[in-house]
């Protein structure tokens, strides 16, 4: 499933048109993404939760020449994914 199936599924399942379900869609995933970037968790009870962590600097190799590159300090997005999720699943 990608943005285009979601949109298309909320449309048809909230009877709304395609633009409105895009919106919908759309604020969703600002509002996520706002909470992970002013640090706070995106928890969704039973779906799973949205969290930033942070990655050190580290060293690394570049795979064409082999030179040893610094790969810098980085915050990343994790998902773990609820109870009812993972039990949907399996």
């Given at each position: 499933m990608n943005k285009g199936d979601?949109?298309?599924l909320v449309a048809s399942n909230a009877?709304?048109?395609k633009a409105q379900a895009a919106d919908a869609v759309k604020?969703?995933?600002d509002g996520i993404e706002g909470a992970?970037?002013?640090g706070d968790k995106a928890a969704f009870v039973g779906f799973g939760t949205f969290s930033i962590s942070k990655r050190a600097e580290?060293?690394?190799k570049n795979p064409a020449?082999?030179?040893e590159i610094t790969i810098p300090a980085m915050n990343?997005?994790?998902f773990k994914a609820g109870k009812a999720l993972k039990d949907s699943v399996n």
């Open positions: 979601l949109i298309n009877g709304l048109t604020t969703v995933f992970l970037k002013g580290r060293k690394g020449t082999g030179q990343v997005v994790k």
